[in-house]
Every structure is written in C-alpha cells, then in structure tokens.
C-alpha cells in the first residue's frame, strides 16, 4: 500500500458562478481500521483562499501550520492577502524544496481572485501544478471523484446548486472507496460570503 493511502482522504474543489466549494471527507484511518471520523483537511488561509490536503494526516498538519506561518509573514510584509495563483506557487515552491524526502500531501487550492474569478489547482507531492477550469480532485477516492464529478458538473453554477453538486459528488464517490468517507465537510465561498457545511454520509 502507497504511503499516500495510509490514512485515507478524498478532497474536491469545484467551480461556480464568482464562487467556488472545496470538500473533504472526515474519516482519518490506519490503512482499514478507522480511528478518528471528525478529521479536519480542509484549511482556511484568508476569507477567500483555502486549502485541503489529502495524504498523510502527520504531513497534512504540519504542512498547513507551515502554510500559515508563510501567508503571516507575507501579510506583515505586503499588508494584504496572498492572491490564490500566488498562494499556489508558494505551496510548490515548499513542496520542491523538498523532494528529497517529500511532504506525502496533495493539495487542492481553492481562492476567489480579481474581480472574484475562481481559481482552483492541485499539485502532487513535489509541486508539480495542474489547473483547472470545472475541478479537481485528490486522494485515494480520485478515480471516482474524477467519475462523479465529470457526470454532475455544469459551468457557472449559482452556490446552493454548486454546493448540491459539490456535497453529491462526494458522498457518491466515498462509498466506492473503502479508506475514506464517513460523511463530509463543505465550505462554499462566495464574495460576500463563506458557509461552513457538515455533511451525513454512510458509517460503515
């Protein structure tokens, strides 16, 4: 079994109209043996950029604090926020710096840039960037993420249809994947606002 299946995960991002949502399920697991269902991979950075990371729930967390320290700085030096393309090439800058002996996390990036455009990516494990117009995926449910997701998707969706779009795809691809699931976790931002979601999904 791959390092990046470990503990399970299974991150989306997808696109509207002037919003986007990033999902994630909630199981953290030890190859078959669940050990925690509330686990966080889904990370704020400022009120319109956000980050999931799926792969090694050790790395996932000490990625994002360092994650965080970056944008910190960045903000005390530039005194504003860091614009989603350039968040991006700050996460595959710290993830080459270290291919050596890699993070083993596969972010998705989600932000709203200028004039409230959505921008999404992925990378793998040494920052190589893949964007995206519709959305993208990452962790062990990929290949069914990548099925639902292509079957669901319409472009310039208003946010409770995204959100729809975003929740169903998820749990459709969770239970054909036995190392993650037990229900989801939705954030669904729009310029004006940012709505935090818990989803219900199967327990077994």
Request: proline share 3%; hydrophobic share 40%.
């Amino acid at each position: 079994m791959s390092i990046f299946e470990y503990n399970g995960s299974a991150v989306v991002a997808m696109v509207g109209k002037n919003c986007f949502a990033i999902a994630s399920d909630r199981r953290l697991g030890v190859n078959l043996q669940t050990i925690a269902t509330d686990f966080q991979r889904i990370f704020k950075i400022h009120d319109k950029l956000y980050i999931g990371l799926s792969g090694l729930a050790t790395d996932v967390q000490t990625l994002h604090q360092r994650l965080v320290f970056r944008h910190k700085l960045y903000h005390l030096r530039e005194e504003r926020d860091m614009k989603p393309e350039t968040f991006a090439s700050l996460v595959s800058a710290m993830l080459y710096e270290k291919r050596f002996g890699p993070y083993f996390c596969m972010p998705v990036i989600a932000g709203l840039g200028d004039n409230d455009v959505p921008f999404i990516c992925t990378m793998d494990a040494i920052g190589a960037k893949e964007l995206a117009k519709d959305f993208v995926v990452s962790g062990t449910a990929s290949e069914s993420l990548y099925g639902a997701c292509e079957s669901m998707f319409k472009p310039d969706m208003e946010p409770e249809e995204l959100f729809e779009t975003i929740s169903q795809a998820l749990l459709a691809s969770v239970d054909r994947d036995c190392l993650s699931g037990w229900g989801g976790y939705v954030v669904l931002v729009t310029p004006t606002e940012v709505q935090e979601r818990t989803l219900k999904g199967r327990m077994d």
